[in-house]
């Protein structure tokens, strides 16, 4: 089973993570249950610097042995930063989905979307709903 989604962040329906900066920005992941989910990740491809994203739009998308899944943007805004790391490694989400594992850094174009997202409580009770 998947391990405890952290409190500290926020999550999506789709099941991604956001950590949110406090200064406008976010890093976005998928969660643990999501990596478990795809299995084994062997290529992620992730999005150019400066692009500018819409919430629900795709962000990045992540090829495992099993399938080629969108990750999608939990939030709208910019990415200003990514997990380069993950071009030779992309095992790192399958590792460490929470942590090292990190996708992209966003500059956020609408704060009040974060009220939007669910807290680890709710999107743990979400996922007790969806495997009923």
Do not use: C
């Amino acid at each position: 089973m998947s391990k405890q989604n952290p409190e500290d962040r926020l999550y999506s329906r789709e099941h991604e993570w956001v950590i949110n900066n406090g200064d406008g920005t976010v890093i976005v992941g998928i969660t643990d249950y999501a990596q478990e989910m795809l299995t084994d990740i062997v290529f992620v491809d992730l999005p150019e610097i400066g692009r500018k994203v819409v919430k629900k739009a795709t962000v990045a998308v992540i090829e495992s042995v099993k399938s080629v899944s969108d990750v999608f943007a939990p939030l709208s805004g910019e990415v200003i930063e990514v997990n380069a790391i993950l071009e030779n490694t992309p095992e790192l989400i399958n590792q460490d989905a929470f942590g090292e594992g990190w996708l992209v850094k966003m500059r956020l174009s609408d704060e009040n979307e974060l009220s939007m997202l669910l807290t680890a409580a709710d999107y743990e009770e979400m996922l007790k709903e969806e495997n009923n």
